[in-house]
């Protein structure tokens, strides 16, 4: 049984920083890509960061960039998303994804694996 499963997340002050992870296990990952994806209540889900399979590539969304970064573990098992400088708007519930060949990234529709993500909350 595959299983993507985030941890990390909880409330914070604005300028303070979180770090996400997500633990993967059930098949091998290779050859797929792990984003970060967060929905805001009242709002649709948005791409946050991507990493490629190999690890050397990444993306970011503009909101984010300069603030979170990605990153993966050789054994392409463990994901995570520190953030730092986080910003009342980040305020939302945090998943992972994987996904192998998609023409989008940023596009949670085509994601193939998704964890039930975890709730990150930052007060003002």
């Known amino acids: 049984q595959v299983q993507l499963v985030e941890s990390g997340g909880g409330m914070v002050q604005a300028g303070g920083s979180l770090r996400l992870s997500c633990a993967a296990s059930?098949?091998?990952?290779?050859?797929?890509?792990m984003a970060w994806f967060r929905q805001a209540p009242g709002k649709e889900r948005e791409f946050v960061a991507a990493?490629?399979?190999?690890?050397?590539?990444?993306l970011y969304a503009d909101s984010v960039k300069g603030r979170f970064t990605i990153s993966g573990d050789n054994a392409k098992t463990t994901w995570n998303l520190q953030m730092d400088n986080l910003k009342p708007e980040d305020t939302a519930v945090y998943y992972c994804?994987?996904?192998?060949?998609?023409?989008?990234?940023?596009?949670?529709?085509?994601?193939?694996?998704w964890g039930k993500g975890t709730r990150v909350t930052v007060s003002s």
């Open positions: 990493i490629g399979w190999s690890g050397t590539s990444t």
């Open positions: 059930g098949r091998t990952f290779s050859g797929y890509a």
């Open positions: 994804a994987a996904a192998r060949n998609v023409p989008t990234i940023t596009d949670y529709r085509g994601m193939h694996y």
